[in-house]
């Protein structure tokens, strides 16, 4: 059973930088596309980026320019840099098994909240 442990969550201000990491375990993680979502206060679960196998990356539009998506399969580990917060980009981040909606919204962890102040 996979097991996704998130961390490095915190509180920033507008503009700021954080690197969200999640330990990964219980599955052999480099034959899998992990990503993250995340779900703001009193909205819905909202899809932010995708890394495959080969690590190509692919990102929502709100995220695409300031957040960078990384993995590194000898640590069993996935990364989320965030760049140029804003203060919509408050929310619990979940790290997340799979490349399609249904499996990342359904194979995700406990979370990180972050939290962007003006």
């Known amino acids: 059973q996979v097991q996704l442990v998130e961390s490095g969550g915190g509180s920033m201000q507008a503009g700021g930088s954080l690197r969200l990491s999640c330990a990964v375990s219980?599955?052999?993680?480099?034959?899998?596309?992990m990503g993250w979502v995340r779900q703001a206060p009193g909205k819905g679960l909202e899809w932010v980026s995708t890394?495959?196998?080969?690590?190509?990356?692919v990102y929502a539009d709100s995220g695409k320019g300031r957040f960078t998506i990384s993995r590194d399969n000898a640590k069993n580990t996935l990364y989320l840099q965030l760049n140029s917060l804003k203060t919509e980009d408050t929310a619990m981040y979940y790290c997340?098994?799979?490349?399609?909606?249904?499996?990342?919204?359904?194979?995700r962890g406990q979370g990180t909240q972050v939290t962007v102040s003006s």
């Open positions: 219980g599955t052999t993680y480099k034959w899998f596309c």
């Open positions: 890394i495959s196998t080969d690590s190509s990356t």
């Open positions: 997340a098994k799979g490349s399609s909606w249904q499996t990342l919204s359904s194979n």
